[in-house]
């Protein structure tokens, strides 16, 4: 089966430039757990994901015995003035139309990533494969073949 059975279109973008609260907006509204950054020529040039943002984000605070104190809050709440180029992931790891779901699956296993960009041969995004698009077709795939065992 090839990534274009499966893959969805039109998904959410974001740019390098832009201010990172609209990205955190854009990750709230969204089923994806991660948003494919484009330049300006919308060439993917790699990923801003919900965990990897959590996690750069505290990782700028003073963590006290207690958790966050409220010098770390006040911090946290001014580095939303940051920009996505200081948090995305720059990576080109990419998938195309034609590539095999089992070779894209496998490549997302071992990077450990749950969203993958499909792309054009000039890395202009075309849709993004996600693991719970896979999941869903594998669910339609077993309720297939229970219907026809009956």
Same mark, same amino acid.
């Given at each position: 089966?090839?990534?274009? $059975?499966?893959?969805? /279109?039109n998904?959410?973008?974001?740019?390098?430039?832009?201010?990172?609260? %609209?990205? *955190?907006?854009?990750?709230?509204? =969204? &089923?994806?757990?991660?948003? &494919? =950054?484009?330049? %300006?020529?919308? %060439? =993917? +040039?790699? !990923?801003?994901?919900?965990? $990897?943002l /959590?996690? %750069? /984000?505290?990782?700028?605070?003073?963590?006290?015995?207690e958790?966050?104190?409220? !010098?770390?809050?006040?911090?946290?709440?001014?580095?939303?003035?940051? +920009?996505?180029?200081?948090?995305?992931?720059k990576h !080109?790891? =990419?998938?195309?139309?034609? $590539? !095999?779901?089992?070779? *894209?699956?496998q490549?997302?296993?071992?990077?450990?990533?749950?969203? +993958? &960009?499909?792309?054009?041969?000039?890395?202009?995004?075309?849709g993004?494969?996600? $693991?719970i698009?896979?999941?869903?077709?594998?669910?339609? *795939?077993?309720?297939?073949?229970?219907?026809?065992?009956?």
């Amino acid at each position: 089966m090839k990534i274009k $059975d499966i893959m969805l /279109l039109n998904p959410k973008t974001i740019k390098p430039h832009e201010n990172i609260l %609209k990205a *955190i907006n854009l990750l709230i509204s =969204v &089923p994806e757990s991660s948003l &494919p =950054v484009i330049n %300006k020529k919308g %060439k =993917v +040039i790699g !990923e801003l994901n919900q965990k $990897d943002l /959590l996690l %750069k /984000l505290i990782a700028k605070q003073r963590l006290s015995s207690e958790g966050l104190d409220f !010098e770390a809050i006040k911090n946290l709440q001014s580095s939303f003035s940051n +920009i996505v180029d200081d948090f995305f992931n720059k990576h !080109e790891i =990419v998938a195309y139309l034609d $590539d !095999e779901l089992s070779d *894209i699956i496998q490549i997302m296993y071992d990077k450990g990533i749950s969203t +993958i &960009p499909i792309v054009d041969k000039s890395k202009k995004l075309l849709g993004i494969l996600t $693991d719970i698009a896979i999941l869903r077709h594998y669910k339609q *795939i077993t309720k297939g073949n229970k219907k026809g065992k009956k």
